[in-house]
């Protein structure tokens, strides 16, 4: 693997409460939870292995037809290597909603 350093397969982040986020986004705090690609980023770079100045490209957003949920996905160029981000809304759907991690798997 040419990039051992980023985290892939399911992404679970210890103590991550998704009502606490949300609450504090509607807060007006943690407002690049509101962005697929930042969100990306910011949590990319914290808990993934990721670098704030990878290229970060937005892909497309979808609702799940399994668990109804918006869903977004993200594409990643770090280094030499291409990861897929996906996002999902875990409390509000659409504008307002936080998106979260849920896997990143490499392309």
């Not at 609450?23 to 993934?48: F, I, K, M």
Request: with cysteine.
């Amino acid at each position: 693997m040419a990039c051992p350093e980023v985290v892939t397969g399911s992404v679970v982040i210890p103590g991550e409460d998704y009502e606490r986020i949300q609450r504090a986004v509607d807060n007006g705090q943690y407002l690049w939870r509101l962005s697929p690609v930042r969100t990306a980023q910011e949590v990319g770079t914290v808990h993934l292995g990721l670098r704030m100045n990878d290229v970060y490209t937005f892909v497309e957003q979808f609702r799940d037809p399994d668990d109804g949920l918006m869903h977004a996905v993200v594409r990643v160029k770090h280094r030499t290597c291409t990861f897929v981000v996906e996002l999902f809304q875990p409390e509000k759907q659409g504008r307002g909603g936080i998106w979260v991690v849920l896997q990143v798997t490499p392309t």
